[in-house]
Structure formats: C-alpha cells, structure tokens
C-alpha cells in the first residue's frame, strides 16, 4: 500500500485561500454601495478581460451556456437553421445551438488533437448539403435548412485549427463562433497572418466559462463574449438584459442573463493571476510529458507546432481506460473523463437520429480518454507519484487482442 497523500483531480481549495482577502474586500465593496449587478466592477472587468483577449469588446454574462447562446443569436443564427460543432465536446455546446433555435449537426474530430477535423467539415459541406447558386447559401440536402454557422471548440485548453476552419467558413459564408469556454489565454499560430491570436479574437465573436473550475473561474456561475463587432456587442448587451437598449425600452425579447458585480469583482482579481496559472499548468503538462514520454500504453496530448495550449486538461489516452481509472482511484488519484458519451450518442440527441459508429473518431477517444490531475499549484512531487501510478495501473490491465 501506498502512503502518499491522495491527489486531487482539480485543487480549488488552495487558490481561494490565498486570496481570500482580496474577495472578502470585494463583497465589502459590493455591499458599501449595494451595486449588486452590472455597475464599475463588472465594466472594470469586461475592460480588462477583452484587454487580456485582444478585442474591442467583452460582455459578461452570466454563465458560458448563455455567453454562447449570446453570440450566437447575436452573430446572426436564426431559428430553423443548421450550425455545425463537435460531438465530443460539452453539452453547452449543442444546447446553446438548440437554444438559439438552430439545429446542431455535428461533425467528426481529429485522432490526435480531439479539435474539429476541417476536412470533416468540408466533406460535411460538400457532401451533405448544396450551394443555391441564387443566393450562394449552404442548405442541407435532408432538409433544406441554412447551415448558418460552424462551432469550433478550443478542447482541453488547445485551440483547434482556426486558419483551416476560417477558409472552409468563408468559402460556405458560415459565421464562426468560437467555443473558447475552456480555452482562456490559448494561442494559435495563424500562417495565413504570420501571426499568434488568441483565442477568442478569430471568430466573429467567442465565448468564455467562468465555472468556478475553467482556468479563470468565478466564485459561482459567470461567462462573457468577445468580439471585435460594435453590432454583435450592442446586441450581446441588449440579449444578457431583457432586450432592453435603455431602462424599459426592449429593442428585442432578451434574458436574464447578467454578470453580477460580486463574481466580476472576483474574476478582476483572478484575472492578474491568469497568465502565471496558465504558465505553471504548461510547465506541470511539461513535466508530465517528461515523466511519461517512454510509459507504454499511454498517448500523450498532441501539440501541434501552431497551437500553445494552456492545459485546462491534461487529457491522455490509454487502453482499458475504465480500469485504469478505477486503480487509480484506488491509489488515491483523481482523474476525469472528458467526456464519456460523444453528444449524438447521448440521449438529449437521440431526435438527430444518429447511430454508434456515425463519428468514430469521437467515439473511440471516449472509450480511451483519460484527464489526469492538472491545476496550477500541483506539485512535481505529486505529479511523480500519478505517472507512477498509471504506468503501473496500464501495465496491469489485460490487453484484449
Ligand atoms: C464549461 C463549458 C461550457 C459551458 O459553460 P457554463 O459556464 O458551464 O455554462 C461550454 N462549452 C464548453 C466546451 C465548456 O467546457
């Protein structure tokens, strides 16, 4: 038996205790002036994280579900329309879509780098839909329905192949919106602008997370879009706000979809500290590769020479995953799985009628993925005793022929 402390999957104890004082101070300022939502603290906030991001605007909102649906409708998604994503993602993904009244088709992911496969895309595009020369939209051949826009998700912290992505939209006049809810500070290389973007700057507009678990996480429920669009912020503002342009005076039928002032006061806070967390969960994803680069039976994360990811997963793939897992969590390692149904095998999507073996891709890498511990303060020491532990717990389990 082994006598090392259990490791966490995720630490959210030790970065909360050391600002404590900071987000006391918030709360106290929140109930001085009993600005509760909206207000300096939340502006303050948008201010500084499309500052962080590189765009013109930020909005924050109340939730990454509702940042998503935001830029969608905003970005111009109409009810009865198709957008594309991922199956292996998120449910917020797909409900977001549903949510804005469209359709989610779902296209098949790369092998190593689990992002949106852009020659999926295309064969989707070519494929199963049409081009009406008239008015140079993409429809769906099943149905007839606009495929409107394309849904990239910035998995696991690592941006997927946007220049590639971003031709194959505008060749088809699909809008991008960026799912960046795991993906705060990720860099892509574009070739096409000789350039490193972040995420959140390619697309039309980009949402974020703040689940309290995401790299920046709020103390509750919290999210924002980016966008460099005057119109997509306006309207994102008016969405978030009962459609509201002024006090009483709604443009639209909106939400309730607000950031409150408390969790931007928080989010201010953990956004000094976001470029040093996301700089020691690339140097713990460095010293997990280090460690388990000769391990057998375990593929470690890709990296494409475009994509600097900031590891809000470090997601591995090792055969007879499930018992893997379990001695793991018998040694005391926490470990996740990301996710362990791909969304059109899911029952939520059983109405888009697709089978077992409609995205193999996906559905492989469900079977097979595992998210071992990855936070900013996670020691090496700890990070020694969870490689130990899966070389020894792969080693153990009967490979099936
Ligand atoms: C967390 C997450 C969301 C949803 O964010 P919430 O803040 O939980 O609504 C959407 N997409 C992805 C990929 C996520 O990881």
């Known amino acids: 038996m082994s006598t ?100 989610p088709a779902f296209v098949d992911v790369d092998e190593r780098t689990f992002t949106m496969d852009p020659e999926r895309l295309r064969s989707y595009l070519e494929r199963d839909c049409s081009r009406d020369p008239s008015t140079r939209k993409t429809t769906t051949r099943r149905t007839g329905a606009i495929v409107r826009a394309v849904v990239p998700v910035h998995l696991f912290g690592q941006m997927a192949d946007m220049d590639a992505i971003g031709e194959i939209a505008a060749e088809h006049d699909l809008i991008v919106v960026e799912d960046a809810c795991q993906a705060h500070g990720a860099e892509y290389f574009s070739k096409a602008q000789s350039r490193w973007r972040r995420a959140g700057t390619i697309g039309a507009a980009a949402a974020f997370s703040f689940y309290p678990g995401k790299n920046l996480g709020a103390c509750g429920e919290a999210g924002a879009i980016t966008t460099d669009d005057d119109r997509i912020d306006a309207c994102c503002r008016m969405l978030r706000d009962h459609g509201q342009s002024r006090k009483y005076v709604h443009e639209m039928e909106g939400y309730n979809g607000r950031l409150d002032a408390i969790q931007a006061g928080i989010l201010r806070v953990k956004l000094e500290r976001l470029a040093a967390w996301n700089a020691q969960r690339q140097t713990c994803a460095a010293v997990y590769a280090d460690l388990l680069q000769d391990c057998p039976g375990v593929t470690l994360p890709y990296v494409p020479d475009w994509s600097r990811p900031v590891y809000h997963l470090f997601v591995v793939r090792v055969a007879g995953r499930d018992a893997v897992q379990q001695s793991l969590t018998a040694a005391g390692v926490g470990t996740g799985i990301h996710y362990p149904i791909p969304l059109h095998l899911t029952t939520a999507y059983v109405r888009l009628g697709h089978g077992p073996g ?43 022929a």
């Open 358 to 400: 409609a995205f193999p891709v996906a559905e492989r890498a469900a079977g097979e993925v595992l998210s071992l511990p990855m936070f900013p303060h996670l020691s090496p020491g700890s990070q020694r005793y969870v490689a130990e532990q899966l070389a020894h717990s792969v080693a153990a389990v009967p490979v099936r």
């Open 4 to 103: 090392h402390p259990i490791v966490p999957f995720l630490d959210l104890l030790t970065p909360h205790r050391q600002l404590e004082e900071a987000f006391v101070a918030v709360f106290k300022r929140a109930l001085a002036t009993a600005g509760f939502i909206g207000g300096p603290m939340v502006d303050g906030f948008e201010r500084e994280f499309a500052d962080f991001c590189g765009t013109c605007h930020a909005v924050g909102v109340a939730s990454g579900t509702d940042a998503l649906r935001f830029a969608l409708i905003a970005a111009g998604v109409q009810p009865g329309d198709v957008v594309v994503t991922v199956p292996n993602t998120f449910i917020a993904t797909a409900e977001a879509i549903s949510q804005a009244g469209a359709t």
